[in-house]
Each structure stands twice: as C-alpha cells, then as structure tokens.
C-alpha cells in the first residue's frame, strides 16, 4: 500500500501547491522579461515604473521643445547661408563697376556706351538675385516669404524707377551732376506704385518685418534680409544715398545704365562719376558690415544648436535611465528565469509519481 509523503510540515498536496504557485510567479516573471526584452521599456505604461515616471513627465516635453529649436535654427542657418551667397554675388557686382569707374572720364564714348549696357544688365542681375529663394521662400521678401520682392527683374528698366532716373541722367547738361544724383536718389527712395521696382509688402506704409524664427525662450533670430531696406545695420547716411545700401546699388547701375556716347564730353560727367564712385564705395562697406553681423549670428545660433545637443543627450540619459531598461542584463535574467521555469515543470511532473513506496 503506498501512501503520500508528508513534507515541510504538510502532505504531497500541500507540496504541489507550493511548486505550482512558485512556477506561476516564474512564469509571469518570464512574461515581463519577455515583454522587456521585445518593446526595451522596463514597462509598457507609465504606471508600471511608479513614482519614477515623473521624471519622464518633467522632461520629455523639453526634449521635444529642444528639438523644435534645433529645426528652426536649422532653417534658419540654411537660409542666411543663402542669402550669404547672394549677398556676395551683388557685392561682387558693385565692386565691379566701382573699379571700372574711373575709366569712363578717360573712355571713348563707344566704351561708355559698353559700360551703359552692361550696367543694364547688372541691374537685372540683382533683381534677379533679390529674388534669390530658399526652397519655396523669398529670402529677401521679409515675412512675405511667398512673394518676390521685384516682380519682373528682366523689366527692371522699364519701372518709373529706372524712366525717372535715365530722364535725369539725360538732362544732365542742365541738372549737373548735382542734380541728376538728386534725382536719382528721389527716385531710388520712392515707395509709390508704378515708381518703386518693390513688392507691396516691401513698399508699404510702415516698416516691412524681416523673417524670423524662435530659437528659444524668449528668443528668435531674423532669417532673411530686406531687399529695399537695411535690415541688421543703421540706415545708410551722407549725401547720394536712399538710406539703403541695395536701393544705392540699383540707382547706381540705373544711372550708369542711362548713360550714352554723346555725353563723353559733359561738364558734368566726372562730377557725376565722383558721386557714383562715392555711393557704391559706401554700398561694398553697407553690404560688408550687414554680411558680418548676419555671419556673426549663424556662428552665434550654431553654438547654441550644439549646445541643445548636449543638453537633449542629458535630459533623454536621464529619461532612458528610468524607463529603459539594459537589454544585456534582461537577456541574462530571462535564460536564468526560464531555465528556473523549465525546472519547476520537471519537479511538477515528478510529483506524479513520489509516493511512499517510491519515497522508500
């Protein structure tokens, strides 16, 4: 007659209750090992890491913020990189025709009507380059990204603008040279439609808004710059200028542009040619300082993305620490656990068969 044993105080059942309930805690062990090891999370809900989830309560939305900054900065430093480039181009373009200046008291009129003609087509170049795009924005538009701030650059000489100012240069024997840059400067400042080569937005009653973007609390960093208007330095000052560097360019090429072979013997021509000289000598400076700042700033919002870096690594360790959990030791615990598992299984099954005779 066999009969069950008596252990640990109690009988076989008692016995097969303890192994089986220490599996099931094995098992659900394994489950949330299982769980770990597949998702990396040390738990899948936020009330699974307790107290503890505060801290991804408190950083998660920083992280996020931070990289909301970084993007922008990121759009930001693109497109002052192209304006950069564009700024560069057009300065290159007035350094061109300040060099070739004072050679027109000494040309023949043949090559000041050479002159005139490439002048006319620099001026369409920098329209064109004002309308200079970043992707689908207007770089030099202001806020009004989706349009560009000159229209037809191709047609530049035949806004009131450039008519104004070949009328004035035509008359120069009567202006003097005085005269004719008085009324090319008028003419250069002018906001009017039909007058001014400007977008609306540009020529507005009030002062156009240069585009920006939020690169922090409290903080943003303009984009772009004005093409009518001097954006990040003081407004032009001194005799022949508009107030702006650009709008000088364009006068400039405008009068050189009007300019034809008969009057190789003006009176007025070297007085005018001295003006011109002065005006785009002071356009190179304007454009340099307003490159420099603009250069400084990209430098400035560069640091300071690489400083968000490192904090957003900070703050993410901080986050990960609590609720990630190390794939390496979770990999180790869980061989260990189904190996416990697989043992619990055994020592069940041999429970069948322990009985007294078997005991004995």
């Known amino acids: ?52 989830s505060q801290t991804v309560f408190d950083l998660s939305p920083q992280v996020t913020q931070i990289a909301a900054y970084q993007s922008n900065i990121a759009s930001a430093t693109a ?54 795009t970043n992707g689908s924005d207007y770089v030099f538009s202001g806020e009004d990204t989706g349009n560009p701030p000159i229209a037809d650059p191709d047609a530049i000489t035949s806004t009131g603008m450039y008519t104004q100012i070949s009328s004035a240069v035509g008359n120069l024997a009567t202006l003097g040279a005085s005269g004719v840059i008085s009324a090319a400067v008028a003419s250069a400042s002018s906001d009017t439609s039909g007058t001014t080569p400007f977008s609306t937005y540009l020529s507005q009653t009030g002062e156009p808004v240069a585009t920006s973007v939020q690169v922090g609390a409290d903080q943003s960093a303009q984009t772009g710059l004005l093409a009518n208007s001097n954006t990040l330095v003081p407004a032009s000052s001194g005799t022949g200028t508009t107030g702006s560097y650009m709008r000088d360019l364009l006068m400039s090429l405008s009068v050189l542009g009007s300019l034809n072979s ?34 400084d700033s990209q430098t400035a919002l560069t640091t300071q993305s690489t400083d968000y870096s490192d904090l957003s690594t900070t703050l993410t360790s ?27 299984y055994q020592l069940i099954a041999g429970l069948k068969s322990l009985s007294l005779t078997n005991y004995l």
Do not use: H
């Not at 057009?90 to 350094?95: G, L, P, V």
């Not at 021509?269 to 000598?281: A, F, Y």
């Open 262 to 295: 008969s009057q190789a013997s003006d009176a007025g021509l070297p007085d005018l040619v001295s003006g011109l000289q002065d005006t785009l000598n002071n356009v190179i400076s304007g454009m340099s300082t307003e490159q420099g700042v603009l250069g």
């Open 1 to 52: 007659m066999s009969s069950t044993i008596s252990a640990f105080g109690g009988n076989y059942t008692t016995l097969a209750e303890i192994i089986i309930s220490g599996s099931a805690s094995t098992s659900n062990e394994l489950a949330k090992l299982e769980e770990q090891s597949a998702s990396g999370y040390v738990a899948q809900t936020f009330g699974g890491i307790g107290s503890a």
């Open 318 to 344: 901080q986050i990960a620490n609590v609720q990630d959990v190390n794939l390496a030791a979770v990999s180790t615990q869980l061989q260990s656990v189904q190996t416990q598992l697989t043992a619990s």
């Open 79 to 132: 497109s002052m990189s192209v304006t950069q480039t564009a700024m560069t181009q057009i300065a290159a373009i007035a350094q061109t025709f300040t060099a070739d200046l004072p050679s027109i008291n000494d040309s023949s009129s043949n090559e000041i009507d050479s002159i005139a003609a490439n002048a006319r087509a620099a001026l369409s170049q920098v329209a064109g380059l004002l309308d200079t």
